[in-house]
Nanobody, 120 residues
Framework: QVQLVESGGGLVQAGGSLRLSCAAS????????MGWFRQAPGKEREFVAA????????LYANSVKGRFTISRDNAKNTVYLQMNSLKPEDTAVYYC?????????????WGQGTQVTVSS
């Protein structure tokens, strides 16, 4: 059974940093592209960042480019999202996703989410 478990969310002041982690099990992690999405209250889920199976390629939403960094450790079956210079508009539930091909809104597997709240 595939599981993606996010952690690292919390409450932080604007300008602060958080690092999210997503631990994967039940799949051959190194064979999957990984990504992060977020959903704010009353809004649709939106793409945040994605990383290829070997970490050689990354992609970011314009809204987080230059502030967030996605990375992965295939030895630990974990993907990370380093979030710096956080803004109140980054407040959302952050979801981890895994896909055998490219990350998209209907990716193969999803985590349950972790709440990130940025206070002004």
């Amino acid at each position: 059974q595939v599981q993606l478990v996010e952690s690292g969310g919390g409450l932080v002041q604007a300008g602060g940093s958080l690092r999210l982690s997503c631990a994967a099990s039940g799949l051959t992690f190194r064979s999957f592209a990984m990504g992060w999405f977020r959903q704010a209250p009353g809004k649709e889920r939106e793409f945040v960042a994605a990383i290829s199976w070997n970490g050689g390629s990354t992609l970011y939403a314009n809204s987080v480019k230059g502030r967030f960094t996605i990375s992965r450790d295939n030895a630990k079956n974990t993907v990370y999202l380093q979030m710096n210079s956080l803004k109140p508009e980054d407040t959302a539930v952050y979801y981890c996703a895994a896909d055998r091909n490219n990350i998209h809104y209907h990716s193969d597997y999803w985590g349950q989410g972790t709440q990130v709240t940025v206070s002004s």
